[in-house]
């Protein structure tokens, strides 16, 4: 406990002490020389914590979890999940702690959270480490989502701890420490589940609700209303991850949060050239987290969700799974419009073609032309800005047949698109693969320049600016195919 931090940041342990049979009081493993290596001052900010504060030696045990604001309880969360498709029925933080929330200046809470702090109770045969690397690259992919305006858990800091980690290679270890609404995930309510407590998984709904989905409260069915919420909140965010060429790569139960926020940054990336089998990680062998497959994942995980709160639903267990099947059988055509009215933006036609017929065949033939082609996904609809101020030549120069991209131009003009809602719309820059390779491997090497440039372009993606033009080009071709890792 420090006496010193008190007053400075206050932690709350809600979580902690609403959920006994899901935390752990836990405290992260000494860190022989800790290095701030990023620090999210604007975040920091936001959330009334003082910057200062967080580079003295104090700040950075709070953001390694080795010195422990009076007060505060950091846990390690107990949750369940499916992983590619099987259960286990205990996974948990055995890397990363709960240190509590904190009370942003409008009142929300918001959880603090650390990954890589060292071996919890939940650990089992790993290390509770985590790379400099994957860190950086989870602050980096986290801030780029959120300046697109993309739900997702926010990156306050990473720290280096001084300590080797043993991975293929000897690397550097870090901590993240990153801030979300709540780390409750579906695999939390599937340990609730199975705890056969069902006061426990009535708590754990009351918990979401108030926190999360604050307008289930007054719903008539109020246990109905969060599943419906939840449904709600993946199919938007599926769909947003989906219109910008974002493969998660690892959709496992316990990565699928209550809130709709995007977690768990791992074997992830944004795609290069369109095809919709994308896929980056290296453990994946099936494709069964491929970018094409991320809405049908989304609703598989919906339906795990349905089954933990099958008690919730109703007393009568049919009629628990008919509301259920109900509910999740609207995810489809929530993710469709989602999904079509983000096209539409994109290819800057407005309200007023909604539904023409001819907007339909522009939006499925601009999804054929671009799998056929393997266009580069963010250039395309970067440079169809220009070409909806008449200048053809960017989009068209990325075609070896341009032939087919000017028939399906012409339709596409016809219907008038707007520029400036495509410039709104389309990010000149996203964490190109080939760049944050090399700004992370610049930074295990101790240079951080490259990795501030990246940041730079891609938490400001739609202002295009000089000195930035190799963050809006595509993938050289000598890049080949790009391998992410899990157990990172
Ligand atoms: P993830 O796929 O990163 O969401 O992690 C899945 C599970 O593996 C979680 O329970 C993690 O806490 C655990 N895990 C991942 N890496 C490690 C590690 N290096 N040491 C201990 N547990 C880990
Ligand atoms: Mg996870």
């Known amino acids: 406990m420090s006496a010193a931090l008190q007053g400075t940041v206050v932690l709350n342990g809600h979580f902690a ?26 975040l920091a900010s936001e959330l009334g914590l003082d910057v200062d504060f967080l580079r003295s030696a104090e700040g950075l045990g709070l953001l390694t979890g080795t010195t422990v604001p009076e007060g505060a309880t950091p846990v390690a969360q107990g949750y369940a999940g499916h992983q590619f498709g099987s259960y286990s029925p205990r996974l948990g933080d055995g890397r990363a702690l709960l240190m509590g929330e ?4 409008d009142g929300t809470l918001h959880d603090l959270h650390l990954k890589g702090s060292g071996r919890t109770p939940f650990s089992r045969g790993g290390d509770g480490r985590a790379a400099m690397g994957p860190m950086l690259r989870e602050y980096l992919v ?24 043993r991975r293929d290679t000897p690397l550097p270890g870090a901590v993240l420490a990153r ?16 705890h056969g407590d069902v006061d426990l998984l009535r708590r754990l709904a009351d918990h979401a609700i108030a926190r999360l989905h604050p307008g289930a409260a007054t719903a008539e069915h109020p246990y109905r209303a969060l599943f419906d919420a939840v449904v709600a909140a993946q199919a938007q965010l599926v769909a947003q991850w989906m219109l910008v060429g974002f493969v998660h790569g690892v959709m496992n ?29 290296s453990i994946d062998a099936e494709g069964r987290y491929a970018y094409r497959n991320q809405p049908v994942i989304a609703e598989w995980n919906l339906a795990r969700f349905a089954e933990a709160l099958l008690p919730l639903l109703d007393d009568d267990e049919d009629q628990a799974v008919e509301v259920a099947m109900s509910s999740l059988g609207s995810f489809r055509d929530q993710y469709s419009s989602a999904w079509s009215a983000g096209m539409r933006g994109k290819l800057g036609l407005v309200a007023a073609d909604v539904g023409a017929p001819e907007a339909n065949t522009v939006v499925d033939d601009v999804i054929a032309l671009l799998q056929q082609h393997g266009v580069d996904y963010t250039s395309f609809f970067r440079r169809l800005g220009a070409a909806a101020r008449g200048n053809n030549s960017p989009v068209r120069s990325l075609f070896a047949d341009t032939a087919a991209y000017d028939a399906w131009a012409a339709g596409w003009t016809a219907l008038g698109p707007d520029a400036d809602l495509m410039d709104r719309t389309n990010p000149a820059y996203i964490p190109r693969n080939h760049l944050v390779e090399e700004a992370l491997a610049a930074a295990t090497a101790g240079d951080m320049e490259p990795f501030g440039e990246l940041l730079d372009a891609v938490t400001d993606p739609y202002r295009e600016r000089p000195g930035l033009e190799r963050h809006a080009a595509g993938a050289p071709e000598d890049f080949g195919p790009y391998r992410t890792y899990c157990g990172t």
């Open 17 to 42: 002490h609403e959920f006994p049979e899901l935390s752990i009081a836990w405290t992260g493993e000494p860190t022989p020389e800790p290095t701030l290596l990023v620090l999210n001052t604007r």
């Open 102 to 105: 904190l009370r942003g200046p």
């Open 142 to 165: 986290s801030e780029a989502m959120n300046a697109l305006g993309i739900p997702t858990t926010r990156a306050l800091a990473v720290v280096a701890t001084g300590t080797t980690i």
């Open 179 to 194: 801030v979300a609404s709540s780390h409750l995930r579906v695999g939390s309510f599937q340990y609730a589940r199975a």
């Open 253 to 281: 139960t316990d990565n699928m949060t209550i809130s709709g926020e995007t977690i768990d940054y791992g074997p992830c990336a944004f795609m290069d050239g369109f095809d919709p089998a994308a896929l980056y990680s």
